[in-house]
């Protein structure tokens, strides 16, 4: 009977026997992997389809050499080591900010209702889908810097709000440029890192 996590497991053994070992694209590939399998399964697929449209929707493995280095972003240029550094660095840095954001949205959506006068239950509301977003993206953060980027998409997707953040507030307050020019690094570093790997649209022949 088939096993797909068996299958997945032994797909990652190829890629390792490839001489591919850096983690955090290998990880990105899997990730890209399971999308692939869910969306096939929602299809309708069974899982043993899912699984063999997705692995071939990746491409043969000796066509992801280079795709492993351009999924490990500007790092993978540096080696393992240093690419695995860098993505433990922001997801250090998006836990920080995350952590920051899931403390104060309540109390300044509150404090922003009473000075706009507008409904407080709505302000509530909207806070509370902002606190689930970045509660999200704390546990997508810690497991992006442990290595694991299952979450990619809501972390990146947080990191376009503070680009936006970012331009307002130097609009608003341009002498704060220093500080929402590194958030606006941290934030299109992210977004280029953990973009969707080119690798999936190559169909194997």
Not at 4 to 33: C, F, N, V, Y
Not at 145 to 167: H, K, S, V, W, Y
Not at 173 to 199: D, E, K, N
Request: charged fraction near 15%; proline fraction near 3%.
């Amino acid at each position: 009977m088939f096993n797909l996590e068996q299958s997945i497991t032994q797909w990652r053994k190829q890629m390792l026997a490839k001489g591919i070992s850096s983690p955090a694209p290998l990880d990105e590939l899997e990730s890209h992997l399971r999308e692939e399998i869910e969306q096939q399964l929602k299809s309708g697929a069974n899982e043993l389809v899912a699984y063999q449209a997705a692995a071939q929707h990746i491409g043969r493995s000796e066509l992801l050499q280079s795709e492993f280095k351009r999924a490990a972003g500007f790092g993978g240029w540096l080696g393992g080591n240093q690419a695995a550094g860098i993505h433990r660095a922001l997801g250090l840095f998006w836990a920080i900010n995350c952590a920051v954001h899931l403390a104060l949205i309540v109390p300044s959506f509150l404090a922003l209702s009473r000075i706009a006068g507008f409904n407080f239950t709505v302000f509530f509301l909207v806070a509370l889908v902002f606190e689930g977003i970045y509660l999200r993206g704390l546990i997508g953060s810690i497991l992006w810097f442990r290595g694991i980027n299952r979450d990619r998409r809501i972390i990146r997707m947080i990191a376009a709000l503070q680009l936006l953040e970012t331009m307002v507030m130097v609009m608003i307050f341009p002498q704060g440029l220093l500080v929402t020019g590194g958030i606006f690094i941290f934030s299109a570093a992210t977004i280029y890192l953990l973009r969707p790997p080119v690798a999936a649209a190559v169909v194997a022949g």
